[in-house]
């Protein structure tokens, strides 16, 4: 099994995730409609039982034409009442998460699900929510946010940005180069600075949230100069700071010089590579053949005016903005992508096991390492190469990112660790998952606008999670009378029959060793 193979397989096998997991509700009826008078003109959206929504509001100006791979620009004002009662197109994308993906480069849009009722004495926190995908994928529309927007009595924003190739370009000479998608996130940022209060938000307490390559987005932020004073505090959830690009299932960010390169045959799988003005060419280049060339991956570039240091980097020498951050990860985050890969076809046994290993640590001596530390045995190859990916690509980065923050700033940290968590794919997985990738955000949002069947016991955990982000956001500090207690001095682990603080989180997913290989 080779690297190239297994990273062609993994694609296939989110392609299938997502599609499953986030796949739209049917179109509810009609509702009642509401108009709020933004920035750029009068939105229309609707009223359900306890909330609203406006969704499709444009906060950045089309990136077509000319201003495909350019820096995001204030939208035109509108005349009329514009209808904000249903979701934007999602930004290209390959078929997936959203159904036939999209082609649409009309996408810098967002949404905001605010709390029905009387304006409140005071405004309420805003959460700003970046979506996962491997900065390939993922859409706004995905994330319903009505029971953490009710319970906790916030505004939530989620929002759209540019992906893949259209969002991390790089080319010599190009203003923006492999940051673009980044740049869409602060001018979404400085949309809600300047307009939320219209939705009740208060412009002064913004968190800034996201999940997998969302919270990596917000790590970035963290050490981009231009996001200053945009957002107070951060939420990360699976999208640990201090991901390496050598391994292929954590985000993180890569150098320009290798940004361009990426850019360079990009360009030469479109067509353009030998042009004259190769950005010309791009530029007139289809959308759906943009796609069909990109990588499967996407990595923003440092060395580069919106992010001059790598955050990993940055987090490390303490150059980040001063805010408290929430941050954490799940127990089993690799095995949803273990899964995949042995049901495509690649066994996980005692004698496949030194192949598999080096399919994704080329270094002999790291490799040999990995299987002495980790060995399989005939019924548990398959757990054994989940805790491999989730233990050096998630749990063990986490664990170095929240102990570097809290050298500077007040951090809290979980581990989600409810082992019956609602499947996330259909069909019957090769071995049980536990708490993969992404299996919390079911308790945070209804994803796709279609709730998760869930347990008395898991209602009861999706509540407590929700006071808990929520108490964040308003305050700064998760904790409070009616939750068990959260400390800053250990891991809270979240599960429905538990909610306990834990001190062996880096010695159950092998942290030390991992310090060790590098």
Known sequence: MTRHRTLTTLACVLTAVFAAAWAPAPAAGAAVATTVYTRDGLVRGAVHDGYRTFEGIPYAAAPVGALRWAAPRRPAAWTGNRDATRPASACPQPAGEVPGGSTDEDCLHLNVTTPDGAAPERPRPVIVWLHGGGLTTGAAGSYDA?????????????????????????????????????????????????GIRAFGGDPHNVTLAGESAGGYSVCAQLASPAAAGLFDRAIIESGPCTGSPDRPFAPSAVPLSTARGAGADLAAKAGCGSSHDVLACLRRVPVSRLLAAQDTDQQPAYATPLLPADPAAAVAAGRFHPVPVLIGNNHDEGNGWAAGIIQAGNPVTPATWPDVVAAFFPSPGQAKAVVREYPVHPADGGPVFGAVIGDADFACPTARTAGLLAAHVPVWRYEFADEHAPPLTPGTPPFPLGAPHASELPYLFDLGGRPRELTAAQHRLADTMIDYWTRFARTADPDGPSSPRWSRQTVLSLAPDHIVPTRTARFRHHCAFWSTLG
């Open 146 to 194: 009505h029971r953490m927007a009710t319970r906790g009595d916030v505004v939530v924003v989620t929002v759209d940005y540019r992906l893949g190739a259209l969002g991390f370009l790089a080319h010599a000479g190009l203003p923006g180069s492999g940051t673009f998608g980044l740049a869409d996130q602060q001018a979404a940022l400085r949309w809600v600075r300047d």
